[in-house]
């Protein structure tokens, strides 16, 4: 077997680069601050995000999925004394998608959100 090493890899018709069919990166990624005024500290394909209220964010893609069956998997970084925290993703479309955050059983904002998207492009 032989390997290759590259410092960049193009797909040469547009897209995610491939191998064996498998995307091989995150098709968009965000880290952001969910308190006070909401904003991205870095991220990739992702244009910006829209504070819906307390606990509610709305990742807006840079450009459009080919279709809204994409997986987003969500975290934070919360403080040690909340013992039951979730992050629930809804309403995916091809252009965003929304987060809601909860400690304790209550809608909260959160310091550090983060997101990663898989699929949705032909």
Do not use: C
């Not at 880290?31 to 964010?57: L, Q």
């Not at 709305?58 to 997986?71: D, E, G, Q, W």
């Not at 992050?87 to 310091?111: C, K, M, P, W, Y």
């Amino acid at each position: 077997m032989s390997t290759v090493k590259a410092n960049d890899i193009t797909n040469v018709t547009g897209g995610i680069p491939t191998v064996k069919s498998q995307q091989l990166i995150p098709t968009a990624w965000v880290n952001f601050n969910g308190t006070s005024t909401v904003a991205i500290r870095d991220s990739e394909g992702v244009s910006s995000i829209s504070d819906g209220g307390t606990g509610r964010y709305t990742v807006n893609f840079t450009a459009n999925l080919s279709n809204a069956n994409y997986s987003a998997v969500v975290s934070n970084t919360v403080q040690s004394s909340f013992t039951n925290v979730s992050n629930n993703v809804t309403s995916l479309a091809v252009g965003s998608f929304i987060i809601q955050h909860r400690e304790n059983g209550s809608v909260t904002d959160t310091e550090r959100m983060l997101a990663v998207v898989m699929g949705g492009q032909s």
